[in-house]
T-cell receptor, first 114, second 115 residues
Framework: KAGVTQTPRYLIKTRGQQVTLSCSPI?????VSWYQQTPGQGLQFLFE???????NKGNFPGRFSGRQFSNSRSEMNVSTLELGDSALYLC?????????????FGQGTRLTVV | AQSVTQLGSHVSVSEGALVLLRCNYSSSVPPYLFWYVQYPNQGLQLLLKYTTGATLVKGINGFEAEFKKSETSFHLTKPSAHMSDAAEYFC?????????????FGTGTRLTIIP
């Protein structure tokens, strides 16, 4: 069974640009969550999608957005990039988004904003 | 609001020695509790979780943790450290509210194993 796949693994962008990151969950999983990991702030919850609906959102500005497709694949978008957006972005999938079931993480996309 | 405190951002132990990583949580409702491990340039892997039932939870790679409600703690232990245990460890908490199961992570503990 394939794991959670995040693409691309590495990305370099310039301030002011926008970026789209992709996450393909484990087959059959309907919930996808996104987290930002930085040395200063640690791991912070961005948002969670379940069956194409955003079910939960963290405390991030509106520049951070996401969506989920009918096949459960998810994308997150960051517009007007700032230097502080440099981070490892992790996606996690679970079967129904209930943490009584395990959440599986991808390897992440490392975004560097210059 | 939930929060997690991991005492000690860096812990070093000798190979074969006891590993003890500390985690205290704050939650307004009985929480779900988790320990994750992260190896360099990798995502997070679940070591173990407490949701309900037995308070001593056994996980992968010989790790275990005990949920102590009175102490609001969920410390991670392993009787004998291996070199392969060197990694960063994160404790996390989640409310037991369906549809709001986001994870709140601690700041992590980097474990170094001394040969």
């Amino acid at each position: 069974k394939a794991g959670v796949t995040q693409t691309p693994r590495y990305l370099i962008k310039t301030r002011g640009q926008q970026v789209t990151l992709s996450c393909s969950p484990i087959s059959g999983h309907r919930s996808v969550s996104w987290y930002q990991q930085t040395p200063g702030q640690g791991l912070q919850f961005l948002f969670e999608y379940f069956s194409e609906t955003q079910r939960n959102k963290g405390n991030f500005p509106g520049r951070f957005s996401g969506r989920q497709f009918s096949n459960s694949r998810s994308e997150m978008n960051v517009s007007t990039l700032e230097l502080g957006d440099s981070a490892l972005y992790l996606c996690a999938s679970s079967s129904n988004g209930n943490l009584n079931t395990e959440a599986f993480f991808g390897q992440g996309t490392r975004l560097t904003v210059v | 609001a939930q929060s997690v405190t991991q005492l000690g951002s860096h812990v070093s132990v000798s190979e074969g020695a006891l590993v003890l990583l500390r985690c205290n949580y704050s939650s307004s409702v009985p929480p779900y509790l988790f320990w994750y491990v992260q190896y360099p340039n990798q995502g997070l892997q679940l070591l173990l979780k407490y949701t309900t039932g037995a308070t001593l939870v056994k996980g992968i790679n010989g790790f275990e943790a005990e949920f102590k409600k009175s102490e609001t703690s969920f410390h991670l232990t392993k009787p004998s450290a291996h070199m392969s245990d060197a990694a960063e460890y994160f404790c996390a908490v989640s409310d037991r509210i369906f549809g709001n199961e986001k994870l709140t992570f601690g700041t992590g503990t980097r474990l170094t194993i001394i040969p």
